[in-house]
């Protein structure tokens, strides 16, 4: 079973940001948190990734509560193009390829 | 920018033939993985290597193999394609515990 969870599904305007939650109560001190999307028929990309501090990038911002149980991506100014399944995963850096992709959150960016 | 290329985006087989898939990655990773992802049943580790000519199964090796015979290729063959290996595969790669990685992904179509 997937060890996050995320809303199915969020609708957001172009040009506004996109706030994307994410659970993952379960989490343990050596996971971190990982975002990826995936556009149809694609594969997946990575966005960002933290530990406990907030972290920010070309991409993203993501931030995680001081408690580690929850966290949330976003996307500062979406376009029609972030229109996209975005995936949450937690991971220790030493577990190989084990990754868990859960249902995610369809993201759909509207004119 | 990162890169990880797979040789084809879409295939069509006979059941019974031997499929190869490539992946090369140009960012000096260690690790290289190879994944399917089906609706319903998420991403599939099904091999995965941390050294040229080094392998390790992941959760679902059977009907598969693997050859890294130099750092940047993965390849994945399907020794006696079936119609049940009908799927999206996903070529990635990370260095020793960072960032995964993936490609654009090949879809396999077995007839």
């Known amino acids: 079973d997937a060890k996050t969870t995320q809303p199915p599904s969020m609708d957001c305007a172009e040009g506004r940001a996109a706030n994307l939650p994410c659970n993952h109560s379960?989490?343990?001190?050596?996971?971190?948190v990982y975002w990826y999307r995936q556009i149809h028929s694609q594969g997946p990309q990575y966005i960002i990734h933290?530990?406990?501090n907030n972290e920010t990038n070309e991409m993203a911002s993501l931030i995680i509560t001081e408690d580690r149980k929850s966290s949330t991506l976003i996307l500062p100014h979406a376009t029609l193009r972030d229109t996209a399944v975005y995936y949450c995963?937690?991971?220790?850096?030493?577990?190989?390829?084990?990754?868990?992709f859960g249902a995610g959150t369809q993201v759909v960016v509207t004119p | 920018d990162v890169k990880v290329t797979q040789s084809s985006r879409y295939l069509v087989k006979r059941t019974g033939e031997k499929v190869f898939l490539e992946c090369v990655q140009d960012?000096?990773?260690?690790?290289m993985f190879w994944y399917r992802q089906d609706p319903g049943l998420g991403l599939r580790l099904i091999y995965f290597?941390?050294?040229?000519?080094?392998?390790e199964k992941g959760d679902i090796p059977e009907g598969y193999s693997v050859s890294r015979e130099k750092k940047e290729r993965f390849s994945l063959i399907l020794e006696s394609a079936s119609t049940n290996q009908t799927s999206m595969y996903l070529c990635?790669?990370?260095?020793?515990?960072?960032?995964?990685?993936f490609g654009e992904g090949s879809w396999l179509t077995v007839v």
């Open positions: 290597s941390y050294d040229v000519k080094m392998k």
């Open positions: 379960t989490i343990s001190g050596n996971e971190y």
């Open positions: 960012m000096d990773h260690e690790n």
């Open positions: 995963i937690v991971r220790a850096r030493d577990s190989w390829g084990k990754l868990q």
């Open positions: 933290g530990l406990k």
């Open positions: 990635a790669s990370s260095s020793r515990a960072g960032t995964i990685y």
